[in-house]
């Protein structure tokens, strides 16, 4: 059975996010998990699911300062 389930950290490595926002997943119900003791561990087919159909939340996107629209300081020329 232990190889049916992958602790945070290995899932954390195989999505390339950090073991906090695997974390944060589980903790939102976005991801299945089961604890055993002060572990963490997450099923294969939970896996595969978050792989083939996402964990269920939409991506967050980036914000990007626009060029140029910084203002500059009073008395301050170029």
Do not use: C, Q, Y
Request: no cysteine; aromatic share 4%; proline share 4%.
């Amino acid at each position: 059975m232990a190889d049916m389930l992958r602790g945070i950290g290995e899932v954390a490595k195989l999505f390339g996010v950090s073991h906090f926002t695997i974390r944060r997943l589980i903790d939102g119900g976005h991801i299945r998990a089961v604890n055993i003791g002060t572990r963490w561990l997450i099923p294969n087919a939970e896996i595969e699911r978050v792989l083939t159909k996402g964990a269920g939340i939409p991506r967050r996107r980036k914000r990007h300062s626009a060029a140029g629209t910084a203002e500059r300081p009073t008395g301050i020329s170029e």
